[in-house]
């Protein structure tokens, strides 16, 4: 029987580059944020974008999980949580397409295992 994990964090991003793999049961929220964070506590800034990529196929093809208004994979480029969807069992990784500056930072709350 799977728990629900706190959550599944990889090495954050300081260069292009994709996270470790991990495997979803039920819907999760995955989360992008900058470090070190504002003397507010809000989230510091970083310069590229990062996607998120789901595997049909236990890992051999990642797709974007979502598509933006004119068609294209969505990217984010600031701190962000985007609720995932239930699709029992798929493998989900973030993929950091461009990479300027800052330390970019990502996680994912739900049932989640490490993919082998």
């Not at 799977?2 to 292009?16: D, N, Q, R």
């Not at 039920?26 to 996607?51: H, K, M, Y």
């Not at 051999?60 to 069992?89: H, K, Q, R």
């Not at 800052?102 to 739900?110: K, L």
């Amino acid at each position: 029987m799977l728990l629900p994990s706190p959550a599944f964090t990889g090495p954050p991003f300081t260069a292009t580059g994709v996270s470790p793999s991990f495997i979803v049961y039920g819907e999760f929220l995955a989360s992008i944020w900058g470090t070190p964070l504002n003397g507010d506590g809000t989230p510091g800034a970083f310069t590229g974008t990062v996607r998120l990529e789901r595997s049909g196929d236990r890992g051999t093809t990642f797709l974007p999980v979502s598509i933006d208004g004119a068609g294209s994979p969505a990217t984010y480029s600031g701190a962000v949580a985007v609720e995932g969807e239930d699709v029992n069992g798929a493998y989900y990784r973030f993929n950091c397409t461009s990479y300027t500056s800052g330390t970019i930072n990502y996680s994912a709350v739900g049932t989640i295992t490490a993919a082998p």
